[in-house]
């Protein structure tokens, strides 16, 4: 019965776990055949319908979209994790709780939560632990 | 602070929310700051008061009809509804008055007293859609 009550509180209801998240490297178009059980994964935008992460494996590095809405998290973008690296990061305000982030020329614009980070250092930090391990 | 004006004080507060209560209860009258000097005071404890007879109203509709309105199961617990719905009326009366949703009337003394728990899970439920509909959405694109 709490199990059941318990549902209501929990924000993670109808997200994938960190797991279901890497495995879905394996449904990018670009996906090379790497491994995926050492891949890392740096959450940077979450809400109540939505969470982003940065997945990266020993080849490149995948952009994953969670909508709790939809069957399977989509794969937005992928890059070889050498080009990856040399991108410049840059970031805009766009409110409060949320700014925007450029992942180099051509990904521009991604949303990130703001209170996942203590500041767009942590964030470049997280980048440079996620694509350099 | 002196201990004779903290007497007077509370003897003030005491006589002002006496004196609300008689203007919102038997002249049915609206009580603002120009009749009364503690009107959030006396609209929390108006909510209160209504509250307990909410829930004794409740019972004896139990005992006669044999179900309740306040979908409450009494028995054993009626004392701690009885305490703990009057206390939830009295916070969210001042809530409310703090958030400036309700006059100090009757009409809305009666309305928190009788169904505060209602007004509290919608209060929260549009506050938690509020939020949600301001949220930003990311790109769902699939990758080319």
């Known amino acids: ?133 | 602070m002196n201990p004779n004006l903290s007497d007077r004080l509370d003897r003030q507060t005491m006589e002002n929310l006496l004196a609300g209560l008689e203007l919102i209860f038997f002249e049915m009258t609206i009580v603002d700051k120009e009749n009364n000097q503690n009107p959030v005071l006396v609209f929390a404890v108006a909510c209160s008061i209504v509250g307990a007879a909410a829930v004794i109203l409740d019972l004896t509709f139990y005992f006669l009809r044999g179900r309740s309105l306040l979908e409450l199961k009494h028995g054993k617990s009626t004392l701690v509804f009885l305490v703990a719905w009057s206390l939830g009326a009295l916070i969210i009366g001042w809530a409310g008055q703090m958030a400036k949703i309700f006059e100090v009337s009757v009409t809305a003394a009666v309305t928190v007293g009788f169904a505060w728990p209602l007004i509290f899970t919608r209060y929260m439920r549009e506050k938690a859609l509020e939020e949600t509909q301001d949220e930003p959405e990311q790109n769902m694109e699939e990758e080319k």
């Open chain 1, 1 to 133: 019965m709490m199990k059941f009550y318990s549902k209501f509180f929990d924000a993670d209801v109808g997200f994938r776990t960190s797991e279901q998240i890497t495995d879905a490297v394996r449904t990018s178009k670009n996906y090379q055949q790497e491994p995926v059980s050492n891949a890392r994964l740096m959450n940077f935008f979450k809400t109540s319908k939505q969470r982003s992460y940065l997945v990266a494996t020993d080849q490149r590095v995948y952009c994953i979209v969670d909508d709790n809405r939809k069957s399977q998290p989509v794969v937005n973008w992928s890059e070889p994790l050498a080009t990856f690296n040399q991108n410049a990061i840059s970031f805009a305000d766009k409110s409060d709780r949320t700014g925007l982030v450029n992942f180099g020329e051509n990904h521009k614009h991604w949303l990130y939560t703001k209170s996942l980070f203590s500041g767009t250092d942590e964030f470049e930090q997280q980048i440079h632990a996620l694509s350099e391990d």
